[in-house]
Structure formats: C-alpha cells, structure tokens
C-alpha cells in the first residue's frame, strides 16, 4: 500500500493551493483519509479528515479555509487550501486509516506560504 501526496509549492499568503493524494494497493473508499501537517520544530498534527461516509472534520486553524474531498473511484484525497497564512507553512502528510486502525501514511508534500 502506498500513497502519495503531491501539489506542494511556495504560494504567497493570502493564495492557494491544492494537495492531492493518490492511494494504490488496496481501496479505502469505506476508510477515513485524511491530512496532517508538521511546521518545523513541531509535531505532526491533525488538519483534517473525511470518512467514508464523507463526513468531515477540520482542526480550528483551518475550518473555513481547507477543504477536504474525496474521489473514491481514483482513490484520491484532496485538501483545497485557501486564504493561506506564513503559519499554514509545513509539509503536508495524506493519511488512510484500514479496517483494523492501522493508519498508512504518505511521504508530504512541502508547503511554504510567504509573507
């Protein structure tokens, strides 16, 4: 199983962008996805997820800025990020959570808002 996340880039604050990520070997389409972000010299922490139900969660920082989606046919996750801020600059991890909890993880995406 892998996924890879890519739409990375250097964006000036107040821009956007959009991340994507492509999972192969296996289906997560009745699976949550989702996206976590560490900024240098921080930990990794949650961003936002949807479940196979579509359902969505956004940590505050970004709630009314990302969006989160999801292509279940290509077994793709997005995050449309706008409105973005020097302190939304960190690498950007897709994530899928199997049946059993176990979470895959992908290798990030850099993300670098300018001020």
């Known amino acids: 199983v892998q996924l890879q996340a890519f739409g990375g880039g250097l964006v000036q604050a107040g821009g956007y962008r959009r991340l994507s990520c492509a999972a192969s070997?296996?289906?997560?389409?009745?699976?949550?996805m989702g996206w976590f972000r560490q900024a240098p010299g921080k930990e990794r922490e949650f961003t936002a997820t949807?479940?196979?139900?579509?359902?969505?969660n956004y940590d505050d920082s970004v709630t009314g800025r990302f969006t989160i989606s999801r292509n279940d046919a290509k077994n793709t996750v997005h995050l449309q990020m706008n409105s973005l801020k020097p302190e939304d600059t960190a690498v950007y991890y897709c994530?899928?959570?199997?049946?059993?909890?176990?979470?895959?993880w992908g290798r990030g995406t850099q993300v670098t808002v300018s001020s």
């Open positions: 994530a899928a959570r199997d049946e059993d909890g176990m979470f895959y």
């Open positions: 949807i479940s196979g139900g579509r359902r969505t």
């Open positions: 070997g296996r289906s997560f389409r009745r699976n949550y």
